[in-house]
């Protein structure tokens, strides 16, 4: 017989619906907007957890629709003990910068240890797992592979397997939509913590959705239960939902900017100022030599087959410190959405670099390996190397691959 130890195989993901709400109760939760997977757990599901020792993975978004957290819901239900709390890229409390080292700490209301899964590991370890009978995951993700959350989630759920420790996800909205997908999947030669499995750019899964694809798939080895949202339709937006938007990172600001956040965030991989360190991260682009920002901006505005749904126009913006260009003030492009549901950040992200690139081929460079990350592969650079033409060809390849992606993990969604 094979064995069927969670280290070794993937085991069975199950998904948790209530019974089917009488119809007045259906409309009130319409009325009400989208109910997240935390407090499902804590109302409905409770038996879940209850008399086991429960560690937590999450940050300051985790709350409920009135803004309770998820470690004082746990912390306050009943049965429950919390004894271990896990924070991602940015800290519990979403205040560290893009790839700062997090330390692990106390939690000064509850006294529960904190580790950090953004230190000198990503990875929970035996020690940090030890005495944790259950490991749930409750963070607010942004749908890019590029966020580094989602790999939190798996590379814990596989730790937690290997300790025979189950995995609860607490699921959240796509807040770009659930319902589309765009860019390419990953290489895996190009596998990083910025883009750990082959998934598409805007891979239009929840949190929970992605895991059930990964186990089914066998790339990562763990027993999953998720707990759904109520309320969620995959064409919502984030506004839709009823609940508070809180700014996943400290760059990510607006849902304006996690839309953009596809394509712009290609940036961080060349000299380029992506924005932060100006009052719009991820919707301004620029550097002191882009002196013809103008020009660039009415270049992308007469290609509407890239820039659908966004205005493009040139400003200047003096950049803080601590950040490319800091102390300087330079000319940038800004990235106004105008009609957010044709917006396709990958291609806008991807063409406005070429034409960068052309017009600046001594100026512009390459962080060559990190781009290569972000992008899940070299081919995207070495089409801007090549002209924008280039580019357009490889993007209508990627529009297949997203296409393909979207089919292989269509038996993976808990929403319509």
Known sequence: MHSHRPQL?????????????????????????????ITVLVRDS?????????????????RDASGVSGIDLLARAPGVRLVALFGPEHGLRGVAQAGEHVASTVDSATGVPIFSLYGSTTVPTPEMLKGVEVLIYDIQDVGARTYTFAWTMALAADAAAKQGIPFIVCDRPV????????????????????GQYPVALRYG????????????????????????MRGWRRGMWFDQTGLPWIAPSPNLRTLDAALLYTGTVLVEGTNLSEGRGTDAPFQLVGA????????????????????????????????AA???HAGATIPM???????RDSVNPVRLGAIMLALIRERHPRDFVWREAFFDKLAGGSA?????????????????????????????????????
């Open 205 to 228: 899964l929840t949190a929970g959705e992605l895991m059930r694809y990964l186990v089914r798939t066998g790339q990562v080895h763990a027993t999953v239960t998720v707990v759904p």
């Open 46 to 62: 409770l038996h879940l957890i209850a008399g086991k020792r429960v560690g937590l993975i999450t940050n300051h978004t985790g």
């Open 9 to 37: 195989a993937a085991l069975l993901i199950t998904a948790l619906f209530a019974a089917p709400a009488p119809l007045f109760a259906q409309r009130a939760s319409r009325a009400l907007g989208v109910t997240p997977g």
């Open 380 to 416: 995207l650079r070495r089409a801007i190397d090549s002209s924008p033409a280039a580019v357009a060809a490889l993007l209508g390849q990627w529009e297949r691959d997203a296409l393909q992606f979207a089919k292989v993990t269509q038996r993976d969604r808990l929403y319509r």
């Open 288 to 319: 002191p030599w882009l002196t013809d920002a103008g020009a660039i901006a009415a270049a992308l505005s007469n290609l509407p087959q890239h820039t659908r749904g966004v205005r493009v126009d040139s400003v200047s913006r003096t950049i």
């Open 322 to 324: 601590g950040q490319k």
């Open 175 to 194: 807040p770009v939509r659930g319902d589309v997908v765009q860019g390419n999947v990953l290489d895996t030669a190009f596998r990083s913590f910025v």
């Open 333 to 339: 492009l800004r990235f106004t959405i105008t009609a």
